[in-house]
């Protein structure tokens, strides 16, 4: 059984770091594209960035580029996420996400985590 | 506001065919594939259609979705009270982005 869970959420104040984290199981974790996306407060959905299987090719939506990183730990079958600068429209629920294939150049998601509430605020 | 546009609301009586637009352009649903996810309320998002027109295993053929040019529709046949949820249409832009479109909040009336 494909499992995502996330952890690292919480709050931090405008400027802040916080670091999320996806362990993975139940599939080959290194053969799959994986992102994360979030959703503001009774908004919609957000791509936020994806990393292709092996973590060479990394993408990132223009809101975050230059302030998240993402990676992965194939030994750990584990996605991160390192947020800096955060501001208070990063506020959300994170979630990661499994891609159907390899593909990091897509938004076809066929496992998703529970979600981690990430609040910016002073 | 999104790059991909849905109607913000759609509406139906069980029994009904709704259907739900999205329009794009010509360097995402134009030249890629185009996903849909149902959304139930407090729940992670699921994936309901894939590559345009595909079923995962386990959605309903009930759900079915198409593409032309620029626009694509999600179709929800034979309604059900449970098929009450916000959905979202989502494709690839040649920009190297994710888009999804803003989610369309359907409920059966």
């Given amino acids: ?122 | 506001q999104s790059v991909l546009t849905q109607p913000p609301s759609a509406s139906g009586t069980p029994g009904q065919r709704v259907t739900i637009s999205c329009s794009g352009s010509s360097s995402n649903i134009g030249s890629n594939t185009v996903n849909w996810y149902q959304q139930l309320p407090g729940a992670a998002p699921k994936l309901l259609i894939y590559s345009n027109n595909q079923r995962p295993s386990g959605v309903p053929d009930r759900f079915s979705g198409s593409k032309s040019g620029t626009s694509a529709s999600l179709a929800i046949s034979g309604l059900q009270s449970e098929d009450e949820a916000d959905y979202y249409c989502a494709a690839w832009d040649d920009s190297l982005n994710g888009l999804f479109g803003g989610g369309t909040k359907l409920t059966v009336l």
């Avoid at chain 1, 869970?5 to 362990?23: I, K, N």
């Avoid at chain 1, 791509?47 to 030994?75: C, E, H, L, M, Q």
């Fill in chain 1, 1 to 122: 059984e494909v499992q995502l869970v996330e952890s690292g959420g919480g709050l931090v104040q405008p400027g802040g770091s916080l670091r999320l984290s996806c362990a993975t199981s139940g599939f080959t974790f290194s053969s799959y594209a994986m992102s994360w996306v979030r959703q503001a407060p009774g908004k919609g959905l957000e791509w936020v960035s994806g990393i292709s299987g092996s973590g060479g090719t990394t993408y990132y939506a223009d809101s975050v580029k230059g302030r998240f990183t993402i990676s992965r730990d194939n030994s750990k079958n584990t996605l991160y996420l390192q947020m800096n600068s955060l501001r208070a429209e990063d506020t959300a629920v994170y979630y990661c996400a499994k891609g159907k294939g390899n593909m990091v150049r897509g938004v076809t998601f066929d496992y998703w985590g529970q979600g981690n509430l990430v609040s910016v605020s002073s």
